[in-house]
């Protein structure tokens, strides 16, 4: 029996593709043209082995043309009187060139498909991580990474106990993932304890509590205003610097005093109390953030215009304001970090008689054991409260430590009072910053 070929023509292809609708014609002996819904063109062969129907996608259209697929086809239909599985041969050599893969590809693949759906956080620091692998072992295929390659990574970096753990995580993480690919069979990192290459970790800096002298010190340190202001509200509420510098107006609720904190992998959603004072401070990052969507806006204009126009302070700013300070003045002060200023906060809170729960509840602690499963209230008040009484300790030590001969004062606040001098009285100011439509009074 003839072969039947040769059905269909360059004009019927280019005419079923500019109509667009899904379709499946043969062009005769299994080679068939294919559209898909999305407007996708291509050949496939249909052929039987073992007795069973097969298909070999042979490729697209146009990029293989009507007589070009029709050779190929001739040729697999070849393959298949010799009794090969020309299907079976594509995939297992898709297999093959798979098993291939460098570890730049892994890398690559794994950024597309798993980094992406990390916390922000975490994909900064996986990310970092990653430049290393890349770098040492990017070169290399998969398949031939060992454990040994993996000590050498860890070896050379040079970096800290915490670092080298966080290097060895994203890196058992990287080959987790090619273990689901099932590019290899198991993973190189496993078996790696750090402790064996770098010896027992440290031990972990205590957090410090900032004695009231040196709190004062710290109030009236020369600083840029916004700087100033961010520490103050760190130690006025307590909570994370990383939830304040990416905090948005649209969150913070001057006329009501409070501000909502999103939910976050550090800590849930959370609705902080503002006291008075801790409003003022608001109010007048309000004025300087000028028209951005954040409380705390890039210094720098690269940086912003690197994201777009808008965004917020770089994480590292705070940390190296302090520094600066505690370097250059050189004050009466232990050397600190912001994550500090909380166990400061919860100190001083502690001191003040707060009882413990309300204490952990304003640092968005969880409580501890049954009564942290069954006890769902916010004790916004209680809180409310607490932050009041440590907020009133906070504007006195302001007062005293401003008052004290040669205390700083931004150039703001010493152009503020003394147009609020030559008034006779308050003065107010217009703010424009969005979720912030509020006037700034200027205390007297």
Request: with cysteine; charged share 25%.
């Amino acid at each position: 029996m003839a072969r039947d070929k040769g059905h269909l023509t360059d004009l019927q292809l280019r005419h079923w593709i500019k109509a667009g609708q899904p379709l499946a014609k043969a062009d005769g002996d299994g080679l068939t043209f294919t559209l898909s819904a999305a407007g996708v063109a291509g050949w496939i062969l249909r052929y039987r082995h073992g007795g069973r129907r097969r298909e070999l996608t042979i490729g697209r259209y146009p990029d293989i043309g009507l007589a070009e697929a029709r050779g190929i086809a001739t040729l697999k239909r070849a393959e298949v009187q010799q009794g090969r599985n020309p299907a079976a041969e594509k995939q297992k050599a898709k297999a093959t060139a798979a098993h291939d893969w460098t570890v730049r590809d892994l890398a690559r693949d794994y950024r597309a498909k798993k980094l992406v759906s990390l916390a922000h956080s975490t994909q900064v620091s996986y990310g970092r991580h990653l430049k290393r692998v890349e770098k040492k072992l990017g070169a290399l295929t998969v398949r031939e990474i060992e454990a040994s390659d993996v000590v050498a990574l860890i070896e050379s970096a040079g970096l800290t106990w915490g670092e080298s753990n966080m290097l060895l995580i994203t890196t058992k993480c990287l080959f987790t993932h090619a273990c689901g690919k099932r590019l290899i069979n198991a993973n190189p990192c496993h078996g790696i304890m750090l402790s064996a290459l770098l010896g027992e970790r440290p031990p972990r800096r205590q957090r410090l509590m900032l004695a009231r002298e040196e709190l004062k010190l710290l109030l009236a340190a020369p600083m840029r205003r916004r700087n100033a202001l961010a520490i103050r509200i760190l130690l006025a509420t307590a909570v994370r610097s990383a939830e304040l510098y990416q905090a948005k107006w649209a969150d913070v609720d001057l006329d009501g005093a409070q501000w909502h904190i999103p939910k976050s992998k550090t800590g849930a959603a959370m609705d902080i109390p503002l006291a008075p004072a801790v409003v003022d401070w608001f109010r007048e990052l309000c004025m300087l953030a000028g028209s951005s969507a954040y409380v705390l806006p890039a210094h720098s204009r690269s940086r912003a215009a690197r994201h777009g126009g808008d965004t917020h302070l770089n994480k590292d700013t705070l940390r190296e304001a302090i520094d600066h300070w505690l370097r250059t003045a050189k004050p009466a002060v232990r050397r600190f970090t912001p994550h500090d200023l909380r166990s400061t906060v919860k100190s001083h809170l502690r001191a003040l008689g707060v009882p413990r729960d309300i204490s952990e509840m304003c640092l968005n602690h969880k409580l501890s054991g049954v009564e942290g499963i069954y006890d769902r209230h916010t004790y916004f008040e209680e809180r409310r409260e607490a932050l009041g009484k440590w907020a009133a300790v906070l504007s006195a030590l302001t007062a005293t430590a401003c008052a004290s001969p040669g205390a700083w004062r931004s150039a703001s606040a010493r152009a503020a009072a003394k147009a609020v001098s030559s008034a006779g009285g308050s003065t107010t100011k217009p703010s424009r910053s969005p979720g912030c439509s509020v006037l700034l009074k200027v205390p007297t």
